[in-house]
């Protein structure tokens, strides 16, 4: 339950910066969240040494300890999420209907279907209607330059505007 209160209280820091300019969350997350990450390792460790070697709690510890390093990444930056809950709820369609995805036909049809859901996918993310961007990209796509057929992607704005900057 101490674990569950520690993660809630990152979140709720999380939440505190939603709105924040990457600069402002990153300070956000030195002054309260790195704090609070290693006030939560430490306690982790504590908690291991307590506990059984082979059980389930233990794997759980060794796992969280084992991977620390990525699980904090986060919290040095202001760019980068605290999870990944969009992108698996993303890819959960696709993980959930992976039984039906053996029946594509083939191989090709595969990576067809796999790429479309990328699209969509990815249209979702970025807050688009995946239908109404399929349409509107298949009517332009026909007199569309090739040059510049990155700009029919499904992304945001702001992305495609960061890649031509680069």
Do not use: V
């Amino acid at each position: 339950m101490e674990a569950l209160q520690r993660i809630g209280m990152l979140y709720a820091i999380e939440a505190e910066g939603k709105h924040l300019t990457i600069e402002d969350r990153q300070q956000l997350r030195a002054e309260k969240s790195l704090p609070a990450l290693n006030a939560l390792h430490d306690w982790l460790i504590q908690t291991r040494l307590q506990t059984a070697n082979g059980g389930g709690s233990a794997k759980a510890l060794d796992y969280t300890l084992k991977r620390w390093p990525s699980l904090i990444r986060y919290a040095h930056t202001g760019h980068l999420p605290i999870d990944n809950n969009p992108i698996e709820n993303a890819i959960r369609p696709i993980a959930l209907g992976k039984k039906n995805w053996l029946f594509t036909g083939s191989e090709r049809a595969g990576q067809r279907a796999a790429a479309i859901q990328t699209l969509f996918g990815t249209a979702q993310l970025n807050g688009l209607d995946p239908s109404a961007w399929l349409k509107d990209t298949l009517i332009k796509l026909p007199t569309w330059p090739n040059n510049r057929i990155d700009e029919l992607l499904p992304l945001a704005p702001e992305f495609i505007k960061s890649l031509q900057q680069k």
